[in-house]
């Protein structure tokens, strides 16, 4: 079943105009000089010393870090120099090297290598950085300099660059508060301290629900229907656990969803979904409910504070979207035809469950499992059949291999580069011309300290630095399935397009050409275009042929499985495409709540899906208690989860220019580059239109998901 679980971009950028912290005296017995983090890196590329780094390097560094960019910014904001674009603009974007090279380094462990001490430690800095961000939106002197600038640049007649620079930064002083009146800013500021609590609580009360379920077999006819891969997965989940002999089944992806689509077992089906969908929802100490409806409406708050209608209205102003209708608008769209295809589905599998001779009637937990049997039957495509042609070194290979064939780049391992984990790997990446581009790190398996989902994000950024570009160091983090017993890990197909997905994303940051970190990024509805896009060529039988090769044979993936393949393509979209629609209307929903008390969580979920007709044996990919995307630390994708199926109209659209011109023809391929390069430097829809030569058009999503 091609069911992307949890795609997650996270763009890990650290707020790179520093909040001051208060300054404290540190304890003469931590020498700031034996700090790791703190000292120059002479690791090669100078990616950073993992191996030296502790916990306890972490608060005295995030904290000197934030002292100096908190100087840096002061003797900016009050400089007797008259304000020009490059004694404040630019010299504020150059502010905060320091926090810019220690906080990725925390935030990324946070993500993919946490542990109690380390969640303690964001607990510590968290607020010191939401006020770092405070303090310098909210200097009035600082935002008095800014202003001039701003008001004078028709005479400046910046370059381009620099003029979008100005106007980004001007932007982002008034929507963090700038115009405000005094106890306005109090407020803004109170609220976003508690924003950024609530957010983190939220990240560790689902951590703590995802990985304290277990489902415990220990007969071995409640394993019936599994493959063999999946019965070893929960032997060696087992063992891990203390219980040999057993086997374990978690709500970690690549262990919950086979699963439920193979086990027999009805009862365990649902108990194991049940648990999966009722994270943050039983009432318990790590119920998330009130921290939910707390969060919708702290945001509404503060948008209204800044003017506008609701927190969506003030998000989608800075994306390719504009406006919530206009989100609305592509939702609606897609929801009428893709509801119908999902009511097909589930018809088709009440007939198979008919003809089986049962009398029950098709509940979330069936789905997956009948699904499976009627693609098998109209298919005959067993996905278990997939695997073992997808050995995650050759899928990444794969991956590697459309990078060269695209854009020339060559990708070799480093074993000599320092990991944050054994199950690291590390590249570096080289251009065509045989210059170093960046570094490539790829974490790839399940465990404890790691969020669910999959995302892209970096240790360092790029940007033009002395006149020279820095280079990236950049990390694919995904929970894919282990390797198990004897065989090495073998993907299925969902994985392997989620692996070129988050390639895609490493791609765009390893070419990326600002010079300024703070024109670093796309807006969030164009983010997803660059990933998306290179699950396509995943997928073409050319591709296939380098990469899908049997583990134990070597057999290139035979022609006949590649056309099932291609031919099921479209089945199920109903299903993917509702579910994921649910949870993209679900956020809209929350975010655009007019300012007013905190809401019921329950009872505002169940209105938004019974408003639609959400057919009641499918479950919103995202309920409000676990969607980290929107409510957890950051709430990136607050009013932001449509940002899927936005950017899947423009990468449908421009692959096509790739199906059109050739799959690696080299001019389109040099044209997508250029979008990759220049990243936020201008508009993405000015991008867009240079590359395609028109504005996008969404017929290739619709004919790809077959809603039309
Ligand atoms: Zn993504």
Redesign the pocket.
């Given at each position: 079943m091609s069911k992307r679980i949890a795609?997650?971009?996270l763009l890990l950028v650290v707020s790179l105009v520093p909040v001051v912290a208060q300054q404290q005296a540190l304890p003469a017995a931590a020498p700031l000089a034996d700090n790791p983090l703190l000292r120059e890196w002479t690791t090669p590329f100078g990616v950073p010393p993992f191996s030296e780094i502790k916990t306890e390097h972490f608060v005295p560094a995030i904290r000197e870090a934030i002292a100096q960019q908190r100087k840096e910014v002061d003797a900016i904001a009050n400089s007797p120099q008259p304000p020009t674009f490059a004694n404040t603009v630019e010299a504020l974007e150059n502010a905060g090297d320091l926090l810019g090279k220690v906080n990725p380094v925390f935030s990324n462990m946070q993500s993919s290598n946490t542990n109690a001490e380390l969640q303690a430690v964001n607990r510590e800095v968290a607020p010191l950085l939401s006020a770092l961000r405070d303090d310098i939106r909210l200097n009035p002197k600082l935002w008095e300099r800014i202003k001039t600038v701003w008001d004078a640049r028709a005479a400046l007649k910046l370059p381009p660059v620099q003029a979008k620079l100005l106007e980004e930064n001007y932007k982002s002083f008034v929507r963090g508060g700038a115009n405000l009146k005094p106890d306005q800013k109090e407020r803004f500021r109170a609220i976003n301290a508690e924003l950024s609590t609530l957010g983190i609580k939220f990240g560790d009360n689902l951590l703590k629900e995802t990985n304290s379920f277990q489902l415990v077999i220990d007969k071995a006819e409640d394993l019936a229907g599994l493959p063999p891969s999946v019965v070893a997965a929960g032997a060696d989940a087992a063992k891990e656990a203390g219980k040999p002999g057993q086997w374990v089944y978690t709500l970690a992806a690549p262990s919950i969803w086979p699963f439920v689509q193979y086990a027999d077992n009805r009862e365990l089906r649902k108990q194991i979904l049940t648990a999966y969908t009722t994270r943050g929802d039983r009432n318990d100490q790590y119920d998330t409910k009130v921290i939910v409806a707390q969060t919708a409406a702290l945001r509404a708050e503060r948008a209204q504070l800044l003017g506008y209608k609701s927190y969506a209205a003030f998000v989608l102003e800075e994306n390719m979207a504009k406006t919530p209708d206009k989100v609305y608008a592509l939702l609606n769209q897609l929801w009428k035809p893709a509801r119908e295809m999902a009511l097909r589905e589930a018809a088709d599998q009440q007939t198979l469950i008919r003809s089986l001779g049962a009398t029950f009637t098709l509940e979330p937990w069936d789905w997956r499992y009948y699904q499976e049997k009627v693609k098998k039957a109209r298919y005959d495509l067993d996905e278990q059949a997939l695997r073992p042609y997808f050995k995650i070194d050759s899928v990444q290979q794969g991956a590697f291999y459309v990078a060269n064939k695209l854009y020339g780049l060559t990708i070799t391992p480093r074993p000599d580069l320092p990991v944050y984990h054994p199950d690291v790997k590390a590249f570096e990446v080289k251009d065509k011309d045989g210059s170093h581009l960046g570094i490539f790190y790829s974490d790839y398996h399940p465990r404890a300290g790691k969020r669910v989902g999959?995302?892209?994000s970096t240790f360092r950024g790029t940007r033009v630095k002395d006149g020279k570009r820095v280079t990236p160091v950049v990390v694919n983090v995904c929970n894919f399935s282990k390797p198990t017993g004897d065989a090495p890990a073998l993907l299925s197909l969902e994985e392997v397009e989620t692996l070129f997905?988050?390639f895609?994303?490493g791609l765009n940051s390893l070419l990326s050409k600002v010079p300024y970190r703070g024109l670093g990024s796309f807006p969030r509805d164009f983010?997803?275009v660059p990933?998306?896009i290179m699950e396509n060529w995943a997928l073409e039988p050319e591709v296939l042929q380098v990469y899908a090769k049997h583990f134990k044979t070597g057999e290139v993936i035979p022609a006949a499985l590649v056309d099932k393949i291609k031919k099921s393509a479209q089945f199920d979209q109903g299903f993917i495409t509702v579910e994921y629609l649910a949870a993209s209307i679900l956020d809209m929903d929350w975010h655009t709540l007019p300012p007013g008390p905190a809401k019921d969580t329950t009872a505002f979920e169940n209105a938004s899906l019974a408003k639609i007709q959400l057919p009641r044996d499918i479950v919103s990919r995202y309920r409000s208690t676990y969607f980290n995307h929107i409510f957890g630390p950051g709430g990136g994708y607050a009013s932001g989860y449509y940002a899927?199926i936005w950017s899947e109209v423009l990468d449908q659209d421009a692959f096509q220019a790739f199906r059109e011109k050739g799959l690696f023809d080299q001019a389109t391929a040099r044209g997508f580059r250029t979008i990759l390069e220049k990243g936020g430097t201008e508009e993405a829809m000015t991008l867009y239109k240079a590359f395609r030569g028109r504005e996008p058009s969404v017929e290739p999503l619709l004919m790809k998901r077959g809603l039309k």
């Open positions: 795609l997650f971009t999959a995302w892209s997905h988050e895609g994303h983010v997803e990933s998306q899927y």
